[in-house]
């Protein structure tokens, strides 16, 4: 990258890169970049190094900052890199990305096995077969490559190669590749040649030719290919000889201030350059002035795009600091850099993962510790989590979190996660020790078409290992081995190239899942030419021609509709070939003027619309769709006729040939009761007759509209039996536990009678009783639970009763506490508020000042039998305030005081004077607000130390300071300190006292120290939790 600087403006700045793009042949390729500067800068396109001009298929759109870059009906020589070069008078900037053209699919012959042997001379002519392939290598920079690959076919194929999809003149610098052509003779005796060879040899191999170098084989017959691996490596450096000696920069000076990135600890960072050079630049990553390489947790890869990219997984503090890419050519040397900060979280855990290591079939043990035993843990390998299994052991003991991984195997090497809630997490890397080293990733992504490599690498050089797709052996054409190395390259690789694919080398295995996504196609393009025709009569004529280029995919056309006035379109129908139909007016609903709209649909997409111009008036004419049906239902029953047109229109029913009268939705029929209500519904018409009785069977119902006649008959039945109650609909209500008792009493005794719930019918069980007597029938539940709510049926020979039952669980109600609870804690106390609910079951919502709170790191939400618990581990003034645990209609309240210590010292608030006789006991006394504070004493400035002369006591609030036989030697000033705080104490010791009564000679202390009587306001609880309410 190069910019420059001026006195004004600023230099071009890409906000948005081009991204690269894969098309099939033929279709429309798109580059679309957004660059911004001061003044606005000239934005040119480029290819191999050559300025691009407009052409009819190649253009250059602007819209704005908003730069394009688009080519018409790609063809495979339009494939490569295109750079966008933007200018102004303070500097220039570049972007690029590549173009990938695939060729169009057609039937060809599978490629041929390389073991299948040529056809003998006068057998015919073949596919191409690759006789040996290219093997993949590992060389130090500078060293000279040959890949050479030998193809049989007749007739003899066609050779050329590609390097990471691209054609070796379309690579950036390939001044140093040269291709040596040959002939592979045919077998003793066979005459003529029976084939072709070609190598390619790279001299003075360079950092960038790293890459999949794929050698492709074509004649009339087919196709074939067979791929290598290329890894060129950088010479290791000679250690210094003095290993204490600073380590020398690696790279330049940065000339400006680097960038700065934030990024959570435990997530990602992912830093990306993007650089160009001829010849092409080498990459390197640097860390803190150190060179990187790449591990389980620092990736470093090349992107479609042809950026550069290390991407840094999980970050952790260690991980903060200074990250530079250099890139180097013979031409010079640029770099950039950027500031990486991981923000540690606020909860930690007390005791991060550890790395560890283990062997093949042993066990690895990893173990951290949690700031609190009730803070939940889960596991994970890399993104996957570890659920609990004879493979993966977790155990909880307190606040250590420990995993056991069992039977270790080559795929379990990897980085472990131990995360807390709030994506708090500590990273380690678990090292299996085996026969391999370096594993297979997890699973791998690839387009369809690309190429797909995957390496392992080995403790011993020179073994042979077995590459498997799905259990069966792959190709040897595809796989290369040299010393540690173990390389499959799949050039290509098409949906039938997915699986599982291992490497198996005796007893050990790694496995990676190949998955091969599908290549994004183009859609279709649209319809050319539509034009609309009214020459008939209640129809209209549309026409066009088909795109241009024609799909190369299956396709229709679709026609839709709108009507004048509506923002709606609707589909008529689709068709497989264009050229012209008509759209007659039983195509609409409504009479009314219409547009028509036809696009082209494939596989791949539908192209945009084309609207034809101008509209139709259109007016429908009613089609039978689904007509009338004889109707029979039991007496004093609904009976209801119903019939579905092709449009909507108006219509009339009649009865025994007479019309009903439609201007009222519903009617009654003279003289008799039977009534009736008419209804419609877009293009159904229904006709139902209400309580129909006996005398109303064989009644002949009709409806008529323009262009449709149809009739039906009603037959009634008599019912066979009739409920006697309950009449109606009936709603119950139950408490669970209850016995609940539905009855059904029937016209008829012992008649049968079915039970269903919510529709289904019901099964008799222990909790679900079904009995008959006589006339009643009975559906018992003993117990009711709530999940026994639901809509009841007792249905018989066309009839049937409906309970409606409903069960609730009883009433919750507050045990303890009854009163008002009021809590005082101070900052950093652990504070558990405690409600107790009657029931274990229970459910209770907190609230904290009217708003239900939710769990999180600084509030822990408990459930244990009755008791429900609110934990605030590390209390803060802020969290302070009015809590209500709300069970039912009922609620306990606590109020939270946190208070920040002012002062940690009760007593004394003065300076303490002691006047001691040798030999006699001094006990100096300091009360603290708090049990738990750890207090430090001093003499003199000199911390003491405690022994048989000199006691230091803890009890309570209280801490003591004793010198059992005071000496003269002792005389000082004494500290109790704790914080900013401490309590002085000046102690002088004399051989006597110095008192006016000379005759009493007996040792006492002359002064006594006494703590003013204090109320005791602090429970006897841990130092680490203050609660309230009741357990």
């Not at 003591?960 to 000033?973: I, N």
Request: glycine share 8%; charged share 25%.
């Amino acid at each position: 990258m190069k910019a420059g600087s001026g006195d004004q403006g600023s230099p071009p700045c890409f906000l948005r890169f081009p991204r690269p793009v894969r098309v099939v042949s033929g279709a429309e390729a798109e580059l679309k970049c957004v660059v911004l500067g001061e003044p606005p800068p000239i934005v040119v396109w480029e290819k191999g190094g050559q300025q691009l001009a407009a052409s009819d298929r190649l253009s250059f759109p602007v819209d704005g900052a908003e730069h394009c870059l688009l080519l018409s009906g790609a063809l495979p020589t339009d494939a490569g890199v295109y750079v966008c070069r933007a200018r102004n008078s303070a500097g220039e900037a570049y972007a690029a990305a590549a173009v990938t053209v695939l060729e169009p699919p057609a039937p060809e012959p599978e490629p041929q096995l390389p073991e299948r042997p040529l056809p003998p001379p006068g057998a015919g002519e073949g596919a191409p077969v690759f006789l040996t392939g290219p093997r993949s290598q590992w060389v130090l920079r500078g060293a000279e490559v040959v890949l050479e690959c030998q193809v049989g076919g007749l007739p003899a194929p066609t050779l050329y190669w590609e390097k990471d999809g691209m054609a070796l003149d379309e690579v950036w610098d390939s001044s140093h590749f040269s291709l040596e052509p040959g002939r592979v003779e045919g077998r003793a005796g066979a005459g003529a040649g029976a084939g072709a060879s070609l190598a390619l040899r790279i001299l003075a191999a360079r950092l960038p030719d790293s890459g999949v170098y794929v050698c492709h084989a074509r004649n009339a017959h087919g196709h074939a290919r067979a791929g290598a691996l290329l890894q060129v490596q950088q010479p290791p450096e000679s250690p210094p000889e003095d290993p204490d000696e600073a380590p020398t920069p690696v790279v330049e000076t940065l000339k400006c201030a680097p960038k700065t990135f934030w990024v959570n600890e435990g997530k990602h960072a992912k830093f990306r350059c993007y650089v160009m050079g001829k010849p092409e630049p080498e990459i390197e990553w640097h860390w803190e002035g150190r060179p990187l390489l790449p591990d389980r947790r620092r990736l470093m890869y090349r992107d479609r795009d042809g950026g550069f990219v290390l991407k840094v997984l999980y970050c952790q503090a260690k991980d903060r600091g200074l990250y530079v890419c250099a890139a180097r050519n013979s031409a010079g040397q640029t770099l950039s850099a950027v500031q990486l900060h991981v923000k540690e979280p606020r909860l930690r855990f007390s005791r991060p993962l550890q790395d560890v290591e283990g062997r093949e079939h042993g066990i690895a043990v990893l173990e951290c510790k949690v700031p609190n035993s009730r803070i939940p843990t889960a596991w994970f390998r890399e993104d996957q989590r570890l659920l609990p299994c004879r493979k993966y052991e977790q155990i909880e003991e307190g606040t250590v979190r420990r995993l056991i991984i069992h039977r270790l195997k080559a795929d379990d090497d990897g980085v472990y996660l131990c995360e807390m809630r709030g994506r708090v997490r500590t990273v380690a890397n678990v090292t299996v020790k085996g026969p391999i080293l370096k594993r297979l990733p997890r699973k791998l992504d690839v387009f369809e078409g690309e190429n797909a490599v995957l390496l392992v690498e080995t403790r011993e050089a020179g073994v042979e290992g077995r590459w498997s797709r799905d259990g069966e052996d792959l190709p040897a054409t595809c796989q290369s081995s040299s010393g540690h190395m173990h390389a499959l390259v799949l050039p290509g690789v098409t949906r039938e190239d997915a699986g599982e694919v291992t490497f198996s080398l005796g007893n050990s295995r790694t496995t990676t899942l190949l998955r091969v996504k599908c290549v994004k196609h183009n859609p279709p393009g649209p319809p050319l030419l539509a034009e609309m025709f009214k020459g008939h009569r209640n129809t209209v004529l549309l026409t066009w021609k088909p795109p241009d280029p024609t799909p190369e995919t299956p396709f229709i056309y679709r026609l839709e509709r709108q009507e004048v006035g509506s923002e709606d379109w609707v589909q008529c129908f689709s068709i497989e070939k264009a050229g012209a139909v008509e759209v007659p007016g039983d195509c609409v609903p409504t009479e009314g003027d219409y547009r028509f709209r036809v696009c082209t649909v494939s596989e791949h997409g539908r192209s945009p619309h084309v609207v034809f111009h101008g509209s139709a008036h259109l007016v429908p004419t009613a089609r039978l769709v689904a007509g009338l049906e004889d109707v029979q239902v039991y007496d004093g029953e609904d009976a209801i006729f119903s019939l579905d047109l092709s449009t909507v229109i108006q219509g009339t029913w009649f009865l025994n040939g007479e019309e009903l009268k439609s201007t009222e939705p519903e009617g009654q029929v003279g003289p008799g009761p039977l009534r009736y209500r008419m209804e419609q519904h877009g293009l159904q018409h229904r006709l139902i007759l209400q309580a129909v009785r006996h005398q109303d069977s064989g009644a002949l119902i009709g409806f008529s509209c323009p262009g449709v006649q149809d009739s039906a008959a009603l037959t009634i039945q008599e019912s066979p039996v009739h409920i006697l109650s309950p009449q109606d609909k009936v709603s119950l209500t139950f408490t669970t536990s209850d016995r609940v008792v539905l009855t059904c009493e029937l016209s008829r005794v012992d008649f049968p009678a079915s039970w269903y719930k919510d529709g289904q019918q019901v099964e008799e069980s222990e909790s679900l009783v079904v009995k008959m007597d006589g006339r009643k029938h009975r559906l018992i539940l003993p117990e009711a639970q709530v999940q026994d709510s639901g809509e009841f049926e007792c249905r018989t020979e066309g009839v049937s009763a409906f309970f409606s039952v409903t069960v609730q669980d009883p009433p919750v109600h507050i045990v303890a506490p009854r009163e008002h609870v009021f809590v005082h804690a101070i900052t950093s106390e652990c504070v558990m508020l405690t409600c107790e609910v009657d029931r274990e079951d229970a459910p209770v919502h907190w609230y904290k000042d009217g708003q239900e709170v939710e769990e999180s790191d600084f509030v822990l939400l408990e459930s244990e039998g009755p008791h429900r618990r609110l934990v605030l581990p590390s209390a803060q003034p802020s969290v302070g305030g009015e809590f209500q645990c709300v069970a039912g209609d009922e609620r306990a309240y606590f109020t939270v005081t946190i208070t920040d210590v002012s002062s940690w010292i009760v007593y004394p608030s003065g300076k303490v004077y002691v006047a001691a006789v040798r030999l006699e006991r001094v006990v100096l006394t300091c009360e603290l607000c708090r049990p738990w504070a750890e207090v430090r004493w001093t003499k003199d400035g000199e911390e003491v130390v405690e022994s048989p002369a000199l006691l230091l006591q803890k009890e309570d609030t209280v801490r003591r300071l004793v010198l059992p036989a005071v000496q003269l030697e002792d005389s000082g000033e004494y500290l109790c300190e704790i914080d900013d705080e401490s309590a002085s104490f000046t102690v002088t010791v004399t051989e006597s006292y110095q008192s006016q009564d000379s005759s009493n000679n007996n040792p006492e202390l002359c002064i006594l120290l006494k703590k003013p009587k204090t109320r005791r306001l602090w429970s006897r609880f841990p130092p680490w939790r203050r609660t309230a309410g009741a357990e």
